[in-house]
């Protein structure tokens, strides 16, 4: 069976049975009895004819989807007994922390671990959570603090948010608009209860400018669009200069998601302590 499993998610990755064969190191023919053999097992249809090609039926998507992760964490289970291995995780960043901290931290990290692979995508939080879900990635570092049952999330860090002014000095204008992230993102669902309801003063007319990223947010700020609200690593990756800059009592979390079965591997602990310390360290040696 999970020779078909892995050629039905490679039909599903490469489009065509030629290219999964390629990729899979098969002659097409292979590819198709293992499928063919699948179905016999399950006893339903996988693919169906598109034209001169085939395509996965709706039955196929459904189980692929509930499959995915449990092949990818057999394949894992063996690191734990055998360090030799070279360990390869899908992780996901979420688009704010890959725009700042997150490679850096990341990279530092993996400098311990020669070892570990990681590949690496980029997506808002919550479609990095679905992600994760499905098994795509085996990993997430995201802001989305809402816990789900069929996840594991650690904490890692609360990054500090900081206004920035469209003047220089720390005098900031009240009367321009405050400009942040959009209200659907994982950091304003964390942050905006507060920021609407202790920070009032940001903005005496209470307005608000939401964009589709922090990267936005500092060029409409630097023009004199409004103020800007962002998470302090991207301030310092920025090189905001200190006098434009103020850090406020309001915190993001950062934490890293991931499945329990991948949260239980020998080598998942020690890689997880390893990227909190340098996260924690990022921040200690970036305060303002």
Not at 25 to 39: D, G
Not at 173 to 182: A, D, F, G, R
Not at 259 to 277: S, V
């Amino acid at each position: 069976m999970l020779d078909g499993i892995d050629a039905l998610l490679a039909l599903e990755k490469y489009g065509t049975i030629s290219e999964a064969a390629v990729r899979m190191r098969l002659t097409q023919s292979a590819v198709s009895k293992r499928i063919q053999a699948l179905e016999r097992e399950l006893d339903m249809r996988l693919i169906e004819p598109d034209g001169r090609k085939v395509k996965l039926t709706s039955k196929a998507y459904k189980f692929i989807n509930k499959a995915r992760p449990i092949i990818i964490e057999l394949k894992n289970l063996s690191l734990e007994d055998d360090s030799a291995n070279l360990a390869n995780f899908a992780l996901g960043l979420s688009d704010s922390i890959a725009g700042s901290m997150g490679p850096l931290v990341i990279n530092q990290t993996l400098k311990n671990f020669k070892n570990i692979k990681l590949d690496l995508h980029v997506h808002r939080s919550l479609m990095l959570i679905e992600n994760v879900l499905l098994g795509k990635y085996q990993m997430g570092l995201c802001t989305d603090s809402e816990s789900r049952k069929e996840l594991v999330s650690l904490h890692l860090y609360d990054e500090p948010m900081v206004l920035i002014s469209c003047e220089m000095g720390r005098k900031f204008n009240k009367n321009l608009p405050l400009i942040t992230i959009e209200e659907n993102s994982a950091t304003w669902k964390s942050i905006g209860p507060k920021v609407k309801n202790d920070y009032q003063s940001l903005t005496s007319a209470t307005q608000f400018i939401h964009v589709e990223s922090f990267l936005a947010v500092y060029q409409m700020t630097k023009v004199g669009f409004g103020n800007g609200l962002i998470p302090l690593g991207l301030s310092k990756e920025l090189k905001i200069s200190k006098n434009q800059v103020k850090k406020l009592k309001l915190t993001r979390p950062i934490s890293l998601v991931t499945r329990k079965t991948i949260a239980q591997l020998e080598i998942f602990d020690p890689f997880f302590k390893e990227l909190k310390k340098n996260m924690i360290k990022y921040f200690e040696d970036k305060e303002l």
